[in-house]
């Protein structure tokens, strides 16, 4: 069984940054798609960005690209969201997945076989 663990969430002003972290135990996932997907109150789960199982291909949502970056360290079982110009609009919970049997990029919830709790990130006005 695979657990994955969040971190790094909080409440910042709009402008600042935060870095999320999530850690997978209980098997190596280094061949494995990982992502980071959000959640704000009343709308549907959406993907922010996912990353293959090397690091060298990364997907983001339009609504972050050029501010959010993933990351990852296989060795440590360990991917990394780094936030930077946080809105207002990026309020939510940030949820960790892996896909297991993919290696390659995953963009959708349905394939991911593995969730954290979700860290809340609330960016105030």
């Known amino acids: 069984q695979v657990q994955v663990a969040e971190s790094g969430g909080g409440l910042v002003q709009a402008g600042a940054s935060l870095r999320l972290s999530c850690a997978a135990s209980g098997r190596a996932l280094s061949r494995s798609a990982m992502a980071w997907f959000r959640q704000a109150p009343g709308k549907e789960r959406e993907v922010v960005a996912a990353?293959?199982?090397?690091?060298?291909?990364?997907y983001y949502a339009d609504s972050v690209q050029g501010r959010f970056t993933i990351s990852r360290d296989n060795a440590k079982n360990t991917v990394y969201l780094q936030m930077n110009s946080l809105k207002p609009e990026d309020t939510a919970v940030y949820y960790c997945a892996v896909d297991e049997f993919t290696n390659g990029l995953s963009t959708s919830a349905a394939l991911y076989d593995y969730w954290g709790q979700g860290t809340q990130v609330t960016v105030s006005s």
């Open positions: 990353i293959n199982w090397s690091g060298a291909a990364t």
